[in-house]
């Protein structure tokens, strides 16, 4: 079959998948596919789990709004997480849906919320960001669902990073007019290290921040061009950039 089914329906579910194994659809999952989508019995429908590959099921319907689904065959085998850290200073709750959907599009394996000197809210609802993050990875045919660690302050958060985790923190204030020769001269495009993106605030980094992230080693400050981005779409670009230049889309 071609390398990504675009036309059958995909779910994550959280029961472990084999051949045979019978999936008992929520109620909600049940009206998505029966009703909005309009699919039948022995109509197939993609699964996934984050843990065993991606399986082809078939549906089996017990009534107008009750349906299981028949595990068939494995399709892909289960790979491991990009090995992508993405940090962000937390954002009001539509936002943040968005970032997180979009740092899953853009291959991130584990996704980390941070929290410095000027962000404005510090609660985060790691069940919410779970959600969103299952959803970008439904829709994009993602088989890794990102690591989500609890929110942590920015000085532990550098502190738990691996000396050898190149941190990419992109700063207005940063005095590079080229990123992509900045990447490349931080690291060999050859043979990069592992990587770590960092976005805060929409008001910046304070001094003292800047001063403890220039002092880490295996750190390069980023500015992204002459214009001010919101920090949702400034995740989108910083991301971009660096799988192009150092990630897995070079």
């Given at each position: 079959?071609?390398?990504?089914?675009?036309t059958?329906p995909?779910?994550?579910?959280?029961?472990?998948?084999?051949?045979?194994t019978?999936?008992?659809?929520?109620?909600a999952?049940?009206n998505?596919?029966?009703?909005?989508?309009?699919?039948?019995?022995?109509?197939?429908?993609?699964v996934?789990?984050?843990?065993?590959g991606?399986?082809?099921?078939?549906?089996?319907?017990?009534?107008?709004?009750s349906?299981?689904l028949i595990?068939?065959?494995?399709?892909?085998?289960?790979?491991g997480?990009?090995?992508?850290h993405y940090l962000?200073?937390?954002?009001?709750?539509?936002?943040?849906d968005?970032?997180?959907?979009?740092a899953v599009?853009?291959?991130?394996?584990t996704?980390?919320?941070?929290f410095t000197?000027?962000?404005q809210?510090?609660r985060?609802?790691l069940d919410?960001?779970r959600?969103?993050a299952?959803e970008?990875?439904?829709?994009?045919?993602?088989l890794?669902i990102?690591?989500?660690?609890?929110?942590?302050?920015?000085?532990?958060?550098?502190?738990e990073?691996?000396?050898?985790?190149?941190?990419v923190?992109c700063?207005e204030?940063?005095?590079?007019?080229?990123?992509?020769?900045?990447?490349?001269?931080?690291?060999?495009?050859?043979?990069?290290?592992?990587?770590?993106?960092?976005?805060?605030?929409?008001?910046?980094f304070?001094?003292?921040?800047?001063?403890m992230?220039?002092?880490?080693?295996?750190t390069?400050?980023?500015?992204?061009?002459?214009r001010?981005?919101?920090?949702d779409?400034?995740?989108?670009?910083?991301?971009a950039?660096v799988?192009?230049?150092?990630?897995d889309?070079?």
């Amino acid at each position: 079959m071609a390398h990504y089914d675009f036309t059958a329906p995909r779910l994550f579910v959280e029961p472990d998948l084999r051949e045979g194994t019978v999936l008992p659809l929520e109620r909600a999952q049940a009206n998505y596919l029966l009703n909005v989508l309009r699919r039948g019995p022995d109509d197939p429908v993609l699964v996934f789990n984050g843990r065993d590959g991606e399986w082809r099921t078939r549906i089996a319907q017990n009534g107008r709004k009750s349906a299981e689904l028949i595990v068939v065959e494995r399709l892909r085998p289960q790979p491991g997480r990009a090995d992508l850290h993405y940090l962000f200073a937390p954002l009001k709750t539509a936002r943040l849906d968005y970032l997180a959907q979009k740092a899953v599009e853009m291959g991130a394996g584990t996704i980390r919320p941070v929290f410095t000197r000027y962000t404005q809210g510090e609660r985060i609802n790691l069940d919410r960001l779970r959600a969103n993050a299952i959803e970008a990875a439904e829709q994009c045919g993602i088989l890794a669902i990102p690591d989500l660690p609890e929110a942590v302050r920015l000085p532990v958060a550098l502190a738990e990073l691996d000396p050898a985790r190149l941190l990419v923190f992109c700063d207005e204030d940063a005095p590079v007019a080229d990123p992509v020769a900045a990447l490349r001269e931080a690291a060999d495009p050859a043979a990069p290290p592992p990587l770590a993106v960092l976005i805060g605030p929409e008001g910046g980094f304070s001094p003292e921040e800047r001063d403890m992230m220039a002092a880490r080693p295996n750190t390069v400050a980023l500015s992204l061009g002459p214009r001010i981005l919101r920090a949702d779409t400034a995740a989108v670009v910083a991301l971009a950039l660096v799988q192009s230049v150092l990630g897995d889309t070079r």
